[in-house]
């Protein structure tokens, strides 16, 4: 097993017990677990939103260029 997929399942199974967290005793355990769960798959940017901030920032970007690029 080599360090990327062991980084990656380390990374889902952060997100699994932080959607498990949220929908027992988070700020949104109202909500359902679906939602939690989705949470949860980017739960860093919901733990640290400077990082959320960068993420949609990313997208805005790779966005932008798609219709720039598109248009020639």
Sequence with gaps: MNITSWLIRAYFIIGLVFAIYQSVWGQNSYRSFAYNLGQGF??????????????????LLIFIGFLVLRSR
């Excluded at 980017?42 to 949609?56: D, K, Q, T, Y």
């Design 42 to 59: 980017v739960w860093p940017a919901v733990m640290f939103p400077s990082v959320g901030s960068f993420i949609g920032g990313v997208v």
